[in-house]
């Protein structure tokens, strides 16, 4: 049976004279200094949190689980990973790039796997420093410089949902929407 030669380059190591030699297995040591390295080039790319880190390291080739546990448990030792602090400077960044709503970054650190309760501390954090209406108000007066403030029902509506999806809460949505239009609205958006 003929092998691909792309397959012969990976499980190869070649010599002085350019012959082909299978390699050896990677010993337990090998197989943590790749993983840390893998793990130091990912964290170096952008910021992770553990288990999003954890999840990436076991998809590479040699990483088993006790070594992935071992290179984890270094890198919190070192200071390189911390689920808090992960999620404070993620909303953070993301507050200060556009305003969003306590539950779209709640959305969104769930995405990159953090614990709820991590999370929650990290919001209370960063919204103890910029209010949800602080937010809002900017959501608003950037939709309204350019799409003007809602004229009719149906801009309203849109800008309602505009505001939903961006993670604001439904009662303090209702009451700046009804303020930045210039009719009135009925409880029934």
């Known amino acids: 049976m003929k092998i691909p030669m792309r397959r012969l ?20 040591e090998e197989r943590r200094h790749r993983t840390f390295q893998r793990a130091i080039k ?16 076991l998809q590479t080739r040699g990483a088993t689980v006790k070594v992935v546990d071992e290179v984890l448990a270094r890198l ?38 953090v614990d709820k309760t991590v999370i929650d501390e990290a919001l209370d954090l960063v919204f103890a420093e910029v209010s949800e209406e602080e937010q809002i108000d900017r959501a608003i007066e950037k939709r309204t410089r350019v799409r003007g403030r809602p004229k009719n029902r149906a801009q309203a509506k849109s800008l309602f949902d505009h505001l939903m999806r ?20 009925d409880d029934d958006i």
Not at 48 to 57: D, F, G, H, M, P
Not at 90 to 99: D, E, G, N, T
Request: aromatic share 8%.
């Open 76 to 113: 919190r030792k070192y200071g390189y990973l911390d689920d808090g602090r992960f999620a404070f400077g993620y909303a953070s960044l993301k507050l200060r790039q556009r305003p969003l709503g306590r539950q779209r970054l709640k959305r969104d650190l769930a995405m990159k796997k």
């Open 42 to 57: 990912l964290l170096a790319a952008k910021s992770r949190s553990v288990a999003e880190l954890r999840e990436l390291l």
């Open 9 to 28: 380059r990976r499980r190869c190591i070649k010599t002085e004279t350019g012959e082909a030699l299978p390699s050896a297995p990677l010993t337990p």
């Open 166 to 185: 961006q993670g604001f809460p439904f009662e303090l949505i209702a009451e700046k929407v009804r303020a930045a239009s210039k009719t009135d609205l």
